[in-house]
């Protein structure tokens, strides 16, 4: 085969193994089979005259910005992208900043069982609720119990642990219970068994009935 059409199958396979990198996990193997084939088309390309390996070099010297620039703007958007990158949260307002601020902080030092992969960024859950949370150091699979060691911008750091889980913590405020559903019901049913006289409705009846005399 012409070493022109070579350098040109090899300069669009690069590109084809970087954009297959942006969506499947390959530790950076794609990468590297792309940066061997850039430099491969370029070697066939001067195989194939001066001018077409001239050709070959600015074009790949051209792709490399195109595709980083094209990388950073559609790799976070991809599943693998969403599940690597942590996306900040929002920032809190002025009105719940210190209602906020004190949960997140008691949070330290409990000690949960990760019912999610962190990868290294993910959720763990506490107490029945979900919370953005990001190892400390490497990936933590599921199941393995981690510890919750800080907070930075309402975002739980957490380090893989044998320390036994932490009792889960009641809310203090608990929810309102059947019981006091069917106290106010009797209280209503109560109210309307009442006589008119003791609530002071009977002169309200007087009032109507000498308005229509009149």
């Known amino acids: ?33 792309a940066a061997i084939s850039a430099i491969a088309c370029v070697l066939f390309g001067f195989r194939s005259s001066p001018g077409m ?7 790949v010297l051209a792709a490399i910005p195109v595709l ?9 958007r991809t599943p693998i992208g969403r599940r690597v990158i942590l996306r900040r949260p929002p920032t809190p307002s002025a ?16 000690v949960v069982q990760a019912e999610f992969p962190l990868m290294p960024s993910g ?22 119990r981690v510890e919750v060691v800080d907070v930075r911008h309402r975002v739980l750091i957490v380090r893989p642990t044998n320390k036994p889980v932490s009792q889960p913590v009641r809310s203090e405020s608990p929810p309102q219970s059947e019981g006091g559903t069917l106290n ?4 209503v ?4 068994e009442t006589p008119l006289e003791e609530i002071g409705l009977e002169d309200l009846d007087d009032d109507a009935g000498a308005d229509r005399s009149a």
Not at 53 to 59: E, H, V
Not at 132 to 144: N, Y
């Open 95 to 110: 009105s719940d900043s210190v209602a906020s601020v004190a949960p997140w902080e008691e949070l330290i030092g409990r």
């Open 189 to 192: 049913e109560r109210i309307l």
């Open 53 to 59: 390996g001239k050709t070959m070099l600015m074009l």
């Open 1 to 33: 085969m012409d070493p022109a059409w070579v350098a040109l199958v090899l300069f669009f396979t690069a590109i084809v193994l970087v954009i297959v990198d942006l969506f499947v996990p390959s530790g950076g193997l794609l990468l590297v089979l």
């Open 68 to 76: 980083a620039f094209s990388a950073i703007k559609i790799w976070p």
């Open 123 to 144: 959720e763990v859950q506490i107490d029945g609720r979900r919370y953005p949370a990001m190892a400390e150091a490497g990936m933590i699979e599921r199941g393995q």
């Open 184 to 187: 106010a019901e009797r209280d």
